[in-house]
C-alpha cells in the first residue's frame, strides 16, 4: 500500500493490535503493511521500504530489541525511524531501546490521538532530515564542482603566464643573439677567403725568396708558422661550426617558446622533443660529478600531429627535467666511475600504434618512485622536492595539456631504483 501522507510498517503478535493500529493509521490516510512477528518483518523489509517502523518489543522467538538491532545494521534502513509499541514502562527498557536506535515509544492500551501525533511528529522529522540531507548532498556537490573549476583555472592560469613569461623571454634572447650571429655568419666567409688569399701569398713570397735573412727565419720559428699555416683554416672551419651551432640553438629556443595559435595546427613532434633535449643540454652533458646522459633516440615514423605546439613542448620539458632530476637523485653518494659503469640514461621511443594513435615514450633509469607518490603523481599542489624547489603543478599541468587540450592520455610507471617510464598517446 502506499500512500503521499507515508509508508508504516507494523510489527505485533498479536492480531488484535495489528488491527487496531491498522485501522487507527489508515484511517488517518497512511499506508499500512503488518507483520505477526520478527522473521516475517525482516522478510518484508527486503521488499518494502517503510517510511517508519511501529515494533512491539515484548514477542517471542525475536523480540523487537532484536529486530531493531538488524533493521539499523542494514544500510539501506537504517535510517527508518523506529518507535517500539511496548506494554513495558521500566526506565531500563526504554534506555535499551534509545540505545538500539530508536526515537520513541507508544505505550500500550493506545491512545488513538497520542499514536497519530507521534506518527506524524516522526515522519515529519525524517522529511525533514532527508530535505536536509538532500540540500547538504547538493550544496556538497556544488562546492566539489567549483574547487574543480578553480582547480582547473588556476592551472590554466599558471600555465598560461609561464608559457608567456617564458616565450618572451626566450624569444627575446633568441632575437638578440641572432643579430651579432647573423654578423659572424656574414663574415666568417669572407674571412676565410682573405686568410686563404694571405696564407698563398705567404707561400708564394717564400717561393720567390729562396734564401730568407736570418730575422724572418727567427720570426718564423717563434710564431710556429707552419703550425699557423695549417690550423688557422681549420679554426675558422670550427668558428663557421659554432656560428651554425648558435644558429640551431636560437631555432630550437623559437620553437620551444611559439605561442599557441587559437586552433591546432600540424606539428612535428620530433621538432618539438629535439628543441627541448637541446635548452637542456647544459644538464645533461658531464660535468666533475658524473659523465654525460646518454639521450637514445627511437624515433619512429610520425604524422604531423594537430596540436597546440608549445603546450606539448612544456610537457616534454616537465617529464625530461624530472627524468634528469630522478637520475641525479639516483647518482647521490655514487662516484664519476660507479656512475660510468652503470651509465644514466634517457630513451625517447616514438611509434605510430595501431590504433593510428602517436605513442611518446621518455624512459629513464633513475631513482624511480614509490606507489604511493606514483599514485599521487598528477594530484596539483603534489610534490616530493624540498620546499622551495618544486611547486607541485608541473605533471598536473602536464596531465591537463595532454588530456583536456588534446584528447589524448598520459600514464607513468616506476618502480622504486629501477627508473620510471612515462607514456604519452594523442590523436593525429
Request: charged share 25%; aromatic share 6%; net charge negative.
Amino acid at each position: 500500500m502506499t500512500s503521499t501522507k507515508g509508508k508504516i510498517l507494523v510489527v505485533d503478535d498479536t492480531p488484535a493490535n495489528l488491527e487496531v493500529v491498522e485501522e487507527i493509521l489508515s484511517d488517518a490516510g497512511y499506508g499500512v503493511v503488518t507483520a505477526i512477528d520478527g522473521p516475517r518483518a525482516l522478510t518484508r523489509l527486503e521488499t518494502y521500504r517503510p517510511d517508519l517502523l511501529l515494533l512491539d518489543i515484548q514477542m517471542p522467538g525475536m523480540d523487537g530489541f532484536q529486530v531493531c538491532q538488524k533493521v539499523k545494521a542494514e544500510p539501506t534502513l537504517s535510517e527508518v525511524p523506529i518507535i517500539f509499541l511496548t506494554a513495558l514502562a521500566d526506565v531500563d527498557s526504554k534506555v535499551k531501546g534509545f540505545q538500539l536506535g530508536g526515537v520513541d515509544y507508544i505505550t500500550k492500551p493506545f491512545h488513538q490521538l497520542e499514536m497519530l501525533s507521534r506518527v506524524a511528529t516522526h515522519l515529519r522529522l525524517r522529511r525533514l532530515n532527508q530535505s536536509l540531507e538532500e540540500a547538504v548532498s547538493n550544496r556538497t556537490l556544488e562546492l566539489e564542482i567549483a574547487l574543480q573549476e578553480l582547480k582547473e583555472s588556476q592551472l590554466q592560469l599558471v600555465q598560461s603566464e609561464k608559457m608567456s613569461t617564458l616565450g618572451n623571454l626566450v624569444s627575446g634572447v633568441a632575437h638578440e643573439i641572432n643579430n651579432p650571429v647573423g654578423f659572424l655568419e656574414g663574415n666568417i666567409q669572407p674571412a676565410q677567403e682573405y686568410v686563404q688569399d694571405l696564407l698563398d701569398l705567404t707561400e708564394l713570397y717564400r717561393e720567390k725568396i729562396a734564401n730568407p735573412d736570418a730575422d724572418i727565419e727567427e720570426e718564423e720559428e717563434d710564431i710556429d708558422f707552419e703550425f699557423i699555416r695549417e690550423d688557422l683554416p681549420k679554426l675558422i672551419k670550427s668558428m663557421t661550426v659554432g656560428v651554425e651551432r648558435v644558429r640551431n640553438i636560437c631555432t630550437s629556443l623559437r620553437t620551444f617558446s611559439r605561442k599557441d595559435q587559437d586552433k591546432k595546427i600540424d606539428f612535428d613532434l620530433h621538432e618539438g622533443i629535439d628543441s627541448t633535449l637541446l635548452i637542456l643540454q647544459h644538464r645533461t652533458r658531464a660535468s666533475g660529478h658524473r659523465p654525460a646522459i646518454e639521450i637514445v633516440k627511437n624515433y619512429g615514423k610520425l604524422p604531423s600531429v594537430q596540436c597546440f605546439p608549445g603546450q606539448l613542448n612544456q610537457v616534454f620539458m616537465n617529464i625530461l627535467a624530472n627524468a634528469i632530476d630522478a637520475l641525479d637523485e639516483a647518482n647521490r653518494g655514487k662516484s664519476y666511475d660507479e656512475i660510468e659503469e652503470n651509465p644514466n640514461v634517457i630513451t625517447i621511443t616514438t611509434l605510430l600504434d595501431f590504433e593510428d594513435q602517436v605513442e611518446v615514450l621518455i624512459q629513464d633509469n633513475g631513482c624511480g618512485m614509490t606507489s604511493d607518490t606514483l599514485e599521487r603523481l598528477f594530484e596539483q599542489g603534489f610534490t616530493t622536492k624540498a620546499v622551495g624547489k618544486g611547486t607541485g603543478l608541473g605533471m598536473a599541468i602536464a596531465c591537463q595539456i595532454v588530456e583536456e587540450k588534446h584528447g589524448g592520455t598520459i600514464v607513468c610507471t616506476s618502480k622504486l631504483g629501477e627508473g620510471s617510464t612515462f607514456k604519452i598517446m594523442l590523436p593525429t
